[in-house]
């Protein structure tokens, strides 16, 4: 009888720590030491069930030395349960404090993120109305210089006019760069056609774009970093891949922003190739994006073009319309 009790407690508390176990395994990341431990925990919980119908048979007597394995037996099973149940605690409070450090290192990244920001509208500002005027009134102060006798003064004025003219023009663009009112003010789709159409005009790049977002307005975190981003993949393609042609598609499906950008140049052998290229760099445009819980995918190979995609989650992101 004593034994039959027995062996029935260990049976239950071999089953419960193997399914422990086995339940453990995803935390463990498949860790092969603890994927064998978890396989004998299940042969030795097997085996203690295939005694079972031995004891009813009386194929196994109940002798003091069987009833002392079998309870011994109970306590070795008892021990594991009470083991892995500490142990799952500790992976719990594993995953708690990783996910406190993935939250922490967001708000980190948010913070420089947003101190970037702030700092780029603060030096645009003291461009457009600090440097802007002056220059603005010294145009004027040399459209009210009487006409000179001398033909090479009136020369002299022509070329001071004419670089007051450009470094007006260089402020205002600098400004615009630093932190871009349409952006700001009429959102992702705005500011990026105003970029492409300028950098356009100036180069012999194509662009074609898709979207279904015209009017469509985001989190301004979201917004900010994909127009970083897409920046700078331009500006990676202007310099770089020698490409005459540059397609990006935004399509918004459900909850998801998804982003292709292709261009038809020379391509990149690597993914490190492009991490040690000058400029924003792919470390930074991972950052850009991993702090509004984006990613970005590139596809590689020289001499094929080069291709981006963003995924963009916006569940959490307010969105709104004009």
Same mark, same amino acid.
């Given at each position: 009888?004593? %034994? ?30 603890? #994927?064998?431990?978890? #396989?004998?925990?299940? %042969? ?6 295939? &005694? ?64 970037? !920001? ?7 500002? &003291? ?31 022509? /070329?001071? @006019?004419?670089?007051? /003219? ?25 500011? %990026? ?22 009017? $469509? ?21 202007? $310099? ?23 261009? /038809?140049?020379?391509?990149? &052998?690597? !993914? @490190?190739?492009?991490?040690?290229? $000058? ?10 994006? @991993?702090?509004?819980?984006? $990613? ?27």
């Amino acid at each position: 009888m004593y %034994l039959k009790i027995a062996l029935l407690l260990s049976i239950v508390m071999q089953v419960i720590t193997a399914l422990i176990a086995v339940s453990l395994i995803h935390k463990t990341r498949f860790n092969v030491s603890w #994927i064998l431990l978890t #396989i004998a925990l299940l %042969l030795m919980a097997i085996r203690r069930v295939y &005694e079972l119908p031995q004891v009813v048979d009386g194929i196994i007597v109940d002798s003091p030395f069987n009833l002392f394995a079998s309870w011994m037996s109970f306590v070795i099973s008892l021990c594991f349960l009470v083991a892995l149940i500490f142990v799952r605690k500790i992976f719990n409070m594993i995953v708690r404090a990783e996910n406190a450090r993935k939250i922490m290192d967001r708000k980190v990244l948010d913070a420089i993120i947003k101190a970037e !920001e702030n700092e780029r509208k603060r030096l645009a500002k &003291e461009l457009h109305d600090g440097l802007g005027p002056l220059l603005s009134n010294l145009k004027m102060t040399l459209s009210a210089l009487a006409p000179a006798p001398d033909e090479n003064q009136q020369e002299l004025i022509r /070329n001071m @006019k004419q670089v007051v /003219n450009e470094s007006i023009m260089a402020i205002r663009e600098i400004s615009n760069n630093l932190s871009p009112h349409v952006l700001e003010n009429f959102g992702l789709l705005s500011a %990026l056609k105003a970029f492409t159409g300028k950098v356009g005009e100036g180069s012999k790049i194509r662009f074609d774009m898709e979207e279904n977002i015209a009017d $469509k307005r985001f989190h301004p975190n979201l917004e900010i970093a994909l127009y970083r981003v897409l920046c700078e993949l331009v500006t990676n393609t202007l $310099k770089h891949s020698g490409a005459t042609e540059v397609f990006i598609r935004i399509n918004l499906s459900g909850e998801l922003l998804l982003i292709d950008y292709y261009d /038809n140049g020379a391509g990149i &052998e690597s !993914e @490190k190739q492009l991490s040690g290229s $000058k400029g924003m760099g792919l470390s930074n445009m991972v950052s850009r994006l @991993k702090s509004v819980n984006s $990613k970005i995918v590139f596809n590689t190979g020289a001499g094929f073009g080069f291709a981006a995609h963003l995924t963009c989650p916006i569940e959490n992101q307010a969105l709104t319309t004009f």
